[in-house]
């Protein structure tokens, strides 16, 4: 039960700091992804796929 708490805890962390860093990266060319708890789980879900799945949500909206 532990194990998989920090498994959580981990992809939590690593799907924030994808997102601050995507949205470092591109921010200069005026496309933000807000960090909530809703873009946290996607892609702590779905990893890479699912901060593509963000960017391309962001074109199509």
Excluded at 42 to 52: A, E, N, R, S, T
């Amino acid at each position: 039960m532990v194990n998989l708490l920090i498994k959580v805890v981990k992809r939590i962390i690593v799907a924030f700091f994808m997102l601050y860093g995507l949205n470092l990266i591109i921010s200069s060319l005026n496309i933000v992804i807000p960090i909530n708890i809703i873009t946290i789980f996607l892609v702590g879900l779905l990893g890479i796929p699912g901060l593509c799945t963000l960017v391309a949500l962001f074109f199509v909206l």
